[in-house]
């Protein structure tokens, strides 16, 4: 999961740039990059770390030009440490190319022999996006034969190259002197839409918010399978280039990955997570009397509107129980020292008052090792909590994602091979209350009847791109993001082990 934007303009885009990728930091903290086209020229400025601290004054200084595009990083295949992954890539033929992506190729393995054996193309990182741009390079190469970029001959390119390509895809491309580039896979695993400024300025992003937070109204969502070509002049062209596209976004978005004020393929991200706590109130009614509850305290931040309609349509207060620390950075490892695990600890602390004497509901936004729910159980316990029961508004994550977001192994999953009680028992509550998978789509979905269906492939095993058995599954495994030795594991998902 990462965050891309991209931006036609008849003014300079540095700071606009700076601004929505700010917006879409949530959705990737270990790199971020921006390049912007003069002329025929590209700019580009990319590091390790947050926005803030990635781009400084002299940095947007040296980002001129009407035209840009940025990423912010969240790694699922490849090194999560190496400054050379880190997007923007860049390709000096056909044109000169510069990409973003979002997604996860399913079939970069294959596709990075067939760049070497039959392309005669080659890639310099692991990453999954250096195979999709040179792919894309490619086709546009094969489509032009040496001749001059049109939109027609542009879409035939990305026609090809979808055919080629299997897995999830957000992309957003510069091509010098032509325009900007966007396109999505078949299915709209991952999210992409596009606004307008009051000036004509275009810009596509991965969240709605990223364009209304920065002055933008939202026009659309790119469908599944289309390509849209901003030329240089503002003048939008779009094409559907996939042979039967069906919009199935990742649910996984809407339980915790998005913003709560974003609205992706036309459902609210925070009227999703009210109707998930709806439905989770049916699941915790028949497990424990809402009697034996005295108080509803959400795990921040993602499951609080759950949370709040799940208290709501309980009659149990709804309180804040934990404040969480925005501000712990990296463990610093003097030589010689191992690595130092963060605990939960330090990221959240407690207010025992909240907790003293009585029975609690926590309620999370999913459970994925278990590790971190066992240790917030124990401080909601050490607080002096009599009872501590557990809700999560998504079911049990029982398989592994393969679509762009860095979920452990299947045997690192807690809930992998284990019924709810000997997962409740793991975790040390005194109830656990899972939603239900059909339960959540029918929340999620009645929200947009004209979607065909949601990528759930992490709750009930089912891989929407219909490519992935256990062989893919094991192979994509070994290119997960590789940490350092000395380094900590910082992806949002990854949780400690629970056998540490």
Known sequence: MCGIVGVVSNAPVNQLLYDALLLLQHRGQDAAGIVTLLERKFFMHKAKGMVRDVFRTRNMRGLPGDVGLGQVRYPTAGNAYSEEEAQPFYVNAPFGIVLVHNGNLTNAHALRAELFSTDHRHTNTESDSEVLLNVLAHELDRATRGGLLDSATLFEAVRNTQRRLRGSYAVVALIAGHGLLAFRDPYGIRPLAMGRGADGTIMVASESVALEGSGHVFERNIAPGEAVFVDLQGQVHSEQCADSPSLNPCIFEFVYLARPDSVLDGISVYQARLNLGE??????????????????????????????????????????????????GRTFIMPGQGVRKKSVRQKLNVIASEFKGRNVLLVDDSIVRGTTSREIVQMARDAGARKVYLASAAPPVRYPNVYGIDMPTKDELVAHDRTVEQIRELIGCDALIYQDVDAMKRAIGSLNPKLDGFDASCFDGVYVTGDIDTEAISRMNGNRPRIEETGEDSSRLALPNLAE
């Open 279 to 328: 439905t989770l109130a049916k699941r915790v009614v028949s497990t424990v009397p809402p009697s034996e509850i005295d108080v509803i305290i959400p795990i921040p931040e993602s499951s609080r509107p759950s949370a709040t309609q799940l208290a709501h349509l309980l009659g149990v207060p709804y309180r804040e129980g934990f404040v969480k620390n925005r501000y712990v």
